[in-house]
């Protein structure tokens, strides 16, 4: 019996070198791979908006780099004495807004800068599985330890993800 696959990735052309300057965004395996690269010296940055979990939320994530997105007092919510947002992973939160926004806005802002002479960006999509709030009618990135009653888990599908990430 086998109880392994056998393969040989392609190699990358052109490689990461060390001197490439590569954007990590997704599940918590990009969190590792940015740690290995910083030991190493190399010029990384990883999950702006904190450890992402499934396709959407990093496709949102992609787009407010893209697009510099500053979030605003109204686009927070306040959960467990602290303010968050549903696109961002809760360590960004805090109990004082000005704080929360500062925590979130500043990565997103240099994410944006750093991404304009990336050599690479490298995305890990995580679990096909996302959560719906039922109220927001969006998919999140975080629920927060909202109640479980407020969501509703949800097996993406391909096309779903797709054209997310499109």
Known sequence: ??????FTPPTLNPTIEHKSKVLLIG???????SKRMEVAK?????????ILFNPISVAHCLQDIIDNKQYTAS?????NESFQNWHIHSKLGSP???EALQNIN????EAHVFV????WVIITLGSAFAYWHLQEQIFVSNNHRAPMQQFEKQLLTVEQI???LQ
Not at 1 to 6: A, I, V
Not at 42 to 50: A, E, F, I, T
Not at 75 to 79: A, C, F, P, V, Y
């Open 106 to 109: 500043k990565p997103i802002h």
């Open 96 to 98: 004082k807004l000005h």
């Open 42 to 50: 190399m010029h990384v940055l990883q999950n702006p908006s904190g």
């Open 27 to 33: 599940s918590c395996f990009t969190e590792h791979m």
């Open 162 to 164: 797709t054209q997310a």
């Open 116 to 119: 304009q002479t990336a050599d």
């Open 1 to 6: 019996m086998q109880f392994k696959t056998n």
């Open 75 to 79: 686009e927070m919510i306040e959960i």
